[in-house]
């Protein structure tokens, strides 16, 4: 066989070989995908806890994970109707796994497997205000992935429009539950953190579309976020000199309490108040002034023709 011959043979397949990974995605999630995009509705498992079958094959190809197997994640699930693969579950996602069950109970350690790609962020949120929550006050209120995320199967890109972290999102997101007044009033947090930053000159500049204004990532981290009365919270003390001080150049200590999510206190409250009335008077005056002095033209018109005509 002459060389040519050889190359027409070999190059589709090299060709082949390039194209494979990004063009066809994973023949084990088109496998998996024969019954979960099919299935549809919700379903109970044995601990009583609902769960959704169905996974949108072309939502999950357009995901950043859409070139992953399904058990990528999926290290091990329920023997029937498949049976579970036999490769061993790290004892590292097995350890992270026990101390999140109580927040992913369908599978633990899919939502544990995070961490075999994204190890550095994880640490950082099972050691956050929110991770803790879960592992040391062993509630299910504090933020994992999932909760800024969304949905395992169709995370987008943090750039994306329709990131629930993004620009555009973000603030609704953290809302879900930091503008819930019941876990606001369980966790003795300010009542008033969402209006305030809806409010603030920062959110109206975001609402114009203007690119620099703070998220509410920008002052509190992503994933590293810390109680307020934290020494290593970027909004605790002198630390907001650095925070605020990324975007305003010279920030001191006279600028940085500017942004506070307390409602204005009793001062400023009345002095706004005190203000209005002022200028509602002020106004009130004018304009009985004006119909005064219009009442007074009229009068003396009448008169006028009065003393005229006789
Ligand atoms: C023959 C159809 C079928 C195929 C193929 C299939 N599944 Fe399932 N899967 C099911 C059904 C039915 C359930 C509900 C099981 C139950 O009653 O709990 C399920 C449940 C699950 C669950 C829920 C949690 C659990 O452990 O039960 C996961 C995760 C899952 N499948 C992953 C996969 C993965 C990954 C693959 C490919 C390796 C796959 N499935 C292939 C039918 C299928
Ligand atoms: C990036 C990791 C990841 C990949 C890839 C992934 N999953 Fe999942 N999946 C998860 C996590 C995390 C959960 C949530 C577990 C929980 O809530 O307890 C989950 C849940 C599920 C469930 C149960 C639904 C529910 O309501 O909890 C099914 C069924 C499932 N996945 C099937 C699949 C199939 C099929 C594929 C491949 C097409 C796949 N998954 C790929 C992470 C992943
Ligand atoms: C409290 C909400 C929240 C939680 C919980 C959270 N994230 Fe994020 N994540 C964000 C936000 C906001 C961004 C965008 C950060 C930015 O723009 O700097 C982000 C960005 C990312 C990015 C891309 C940018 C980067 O920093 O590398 C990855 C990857 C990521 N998150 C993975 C995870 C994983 C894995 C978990 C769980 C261990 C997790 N996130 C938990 C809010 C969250
Ligand atoms: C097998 C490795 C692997 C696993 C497991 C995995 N990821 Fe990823 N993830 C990646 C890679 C690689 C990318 C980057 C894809 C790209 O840039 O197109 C990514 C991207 C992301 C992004 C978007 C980052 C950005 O820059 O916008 C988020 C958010 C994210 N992953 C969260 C998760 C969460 C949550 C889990 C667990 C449910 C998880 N990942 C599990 C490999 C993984
Ligand atoms: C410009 C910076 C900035 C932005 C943007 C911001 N915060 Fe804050 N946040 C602070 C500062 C500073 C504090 C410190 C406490 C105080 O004085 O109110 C704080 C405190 C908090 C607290 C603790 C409240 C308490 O006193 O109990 C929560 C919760 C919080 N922020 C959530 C959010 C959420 C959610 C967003 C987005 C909707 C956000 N923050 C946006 C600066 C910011
Ligand atoms: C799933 C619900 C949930 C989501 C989503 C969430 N949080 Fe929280 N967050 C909590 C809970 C619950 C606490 C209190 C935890 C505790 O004290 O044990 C908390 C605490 C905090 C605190 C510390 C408050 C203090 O000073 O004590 C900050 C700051 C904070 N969250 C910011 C954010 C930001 C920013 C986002 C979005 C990027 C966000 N959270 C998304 C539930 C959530
Ligand atoms: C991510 C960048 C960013 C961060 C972080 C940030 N700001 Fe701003 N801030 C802006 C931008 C952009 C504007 C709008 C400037 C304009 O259009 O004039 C603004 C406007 C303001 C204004 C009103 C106008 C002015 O310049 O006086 C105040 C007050 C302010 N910020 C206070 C703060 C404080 C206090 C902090 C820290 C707790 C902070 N900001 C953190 C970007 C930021």
Redesign the pocket.
Known sequence: MSFKKILILVAPLLLLSFVTPQEVFSQESANCLICHSAMKGRLKTAAGVLMELNVDTDRFQASVHGFLSCTDCHLRFSDNPHSSPDARVPSELLSISSEISSKYPVDPVAAAACDSCHEVIYQKVLGS??G??ITV?N?T???LCL??HGSPHYITPVKDVNSP?GRRL?AE??G???GDKE?NEK?N?EENVMESYEESFHARKLHLGHTGVPL??SC?N?HD?????DPDSPVFGKNRLETCGKCHEGANEKFIPAITHKPAGPIPYYTEKLLIVLTMGVFAFIVLHVIAEALSDIRDAIFRKKEGSE
């Not at 976020?225 to 009365?229: A, V």
């Open positions: 205000v929110h803790r929550n006050k509630q209120d504090g933020a909760d800024c972290v973000q997101t953290c879900r539950c930091h876990l966790y947090l509410c990532s509190h992503a976020i810390k109680s307020k009365d």
